[in-house]
């Protein structure tokens, strides 16, 4: 199923055919549920991380915040709990921190949940995906209360989904080794990016094309970050808030 991404530009400040935009319009009876829940769907992708992360914070073991995660994505879908979301408040974000709140808070039907066996499929979920979900949670755990543990986990795993479609987007314009040989100039990395002559002789380029080439990767880069944002939120000026908050949690100490 086709969910179209609005760009922004000659529009109001709504976005209608945003992914949370089409949730939002189901809870109004506006779209049909299949279609939101297509779109839930693709956006709950992203947020599988920092949501393991939360309820690890909160105390679960592995295979237990796995199943709840699981869990409470299925309750979404199955209780139609986007139909309460606040549409003046807007962010995908929120809506879900709120709403793993209060799935938690049930302790005695969430723990007949893990007894039941807990992870219902709404998500397919692969082995290598819990894995980097528990690495986010050991790499921000510490010294980190729940919510900014969320927070911390959910800008990782944007700028990874950013990253991803990006070099989706290189590899099918036949540049995916140029993507990676440049990646470092927007990624970072353990080590400092190499110098533009260094790089330039490697890839056999002058290094004005070079410049180039970083340059418009980066421009690249930031509209990617913007769209994976504008999934996410239901107007501009939302978008413009997420990614100073983005700024925000990165820059954090």
Known sequence: MNIREGNGHGQSDLFPSTHWSVVLAAGRSEAEPEIAGAALAQLCQIYWAPLYSFVRRRGYTMHDAQDLTQSFFAH??????????????????????????????????????????????????????????????????????????????????????????????????????LFNELRIFVAGGEAPPPTYAQLADRLGIAQSTLRSQVTRLRARYRDTLRAEVRRTVDTETQVDEELRELLHVLTEV
Do not use: C
Request: charged fraction near 30%; glycine fraction near 6%; charge should be neutral.
């Open 76 to 177: 979404l879908l199955e209780h139609k709990v986007y139909a309460r979301a606040d549409r003046q408040k807007g962010r995908f974000r929120s809506f879900l921190l709120a709403s793993v709140k209060n799935f938690l808070a049930d302790a005695a039907d969430r723990e007949r949940t893990l007894k039941r066996g807990g992870a219902q499929n709404f998500l397919p979920l692969h082995e290598e995906q819990v894995e980097q979900a528990e690495s986010l949670f050991q790499t921000h755990s510490a010294g980190s209360n729940e919510d900014r543990l969320f927070d911390r986990s959910w800008a990782d795993a944007l700028i990874t989904a950013a990253l991803d479609r990006l070099s989706a987007d290189y590899k099918g314009e036949g540049k995916e080794q």
